[in-house]
């Protein structure tokens, strides 16, 4: 059922997106998606241009349907894949404002545990300060995350957890540095999970018009629980590929298509997994 919901709602979305963008003839819905759009790309145009990064959050505004599929290998040679990778939706609602749906992603055990769906996860965004390129190349927005557990089979979290998550970046040419620091609160069970302090840095570089090489430093440390103290880091090269538009000819689309994938290994001692592929497909509207 839910699978079901999730993929009419998105061939919903697409082509009455496509729809305000090409009809001068609206109606009230289109109208209401055409107005949606433009203040989207109004809000966007007040910001670095930057790719999405693979794994990392991140500062920048989106607006894009997104499917990652990811697969971790574990010390033991076991792996877990996970099938949209609890990702979904990215609205730009409001100015300076994002709102972001993430579904749960079906993970698949080789090692006997049992498949199940993950945790759903609703975060809100809002931007405090940004520039494009040709006027300062920086933004800084703060996020809050609250997941849902709607994990099956012990496939998510065992309760509610709250994310506050502050994001910056800033851009030097072609090269765009960004940051985020935050923190995983559940909000009890804590003395078996603890809490956890999350930082990414991501180093990204612009090649023509649409690669965007990067390398990702994704860490995570624990205080409290079971794992008190203890530190894992990942390094994730990757590449992103887009925004290709579906209209080429329009330069006022914004309809398009950004693939990438990249590649994490564990550079510290202590680490859940040792290393993990993801790829990722975004719709962008």
Do not use: C
């Amino acid at each position: 059922m839910r699978s079901t919901l999730f993929l009419l709602t998105v061939l919903g979305l697409f082509p009455l997106a496509a729809t305000a963008e090409s009809n001068p003839k609206r109606d009230p819905v289109t109208e209401f998606a055409a107005n949606w759009q433009a203040r989207a790309s109004k809000t966007q145009a007040e910001q670095p241009k930057w790719a999405v990064p693979m794994y990392s959050p991140f500062p920048m505004l989106a607006q894009v349907f997104r499917l990652d599929f990811t697969r971790q290998r574990s010390s033991t040679g076991a792996d877990t894949w996970n099938i949209g990778g609890g990702k979904g939706f990215n609205f730009i609602p409001f100015e300076k404002t994002q709102v972001d749906v993430f579904f749960p992603g079906y993970l698949i055990h080789t090692d006997g545990a049992q498949d199940g769906f993950g945790d759903m996860t609703l975060v809100g965004k809002y931007r405090f300060l940004s520039a494009p390129e040709k006027k300062g190349n920086y933004v800084v927005s703060g996020a809050l995350g609250i997941s849902i557990p709607t994990g099956s089979y012990k496939n998510g979290a065992a309760s509610t957890a709250l994310t506050p998550t502050l994001l910056t970046g800033k851009g030097f040419g072609k090269l765009a540095l960004m940051s985020s620091l935050g923190g995983t609160l559940p909000t009890s069970n804590t003395a078996t999970t603890g809490r956890t302090i999350h930082w990414n840095t991501v180093a990204q570089y612009k090649i023509g018009k649409y690669f965007s090489p990067e390398v990702e430093l994704n860490s995570n440390t624990w205080v409290g629980g079971t794992r008190d103290g203890k530190t894992q880091m990942f390094i994730s090269p990757g590449l992103i590929v887009g925004r290709l538009p579906f209209r080429p000819a329009d330069p006022h689309s914004r309809i398009g298509l950004t693939v990438g994938a990249a590649f994490q290994t564990a550079v510290t001692s202590y680490h859940t997994y040792n290393h993990a592929l993801a790829t990722t497909v975004r719709f962008v509207f």
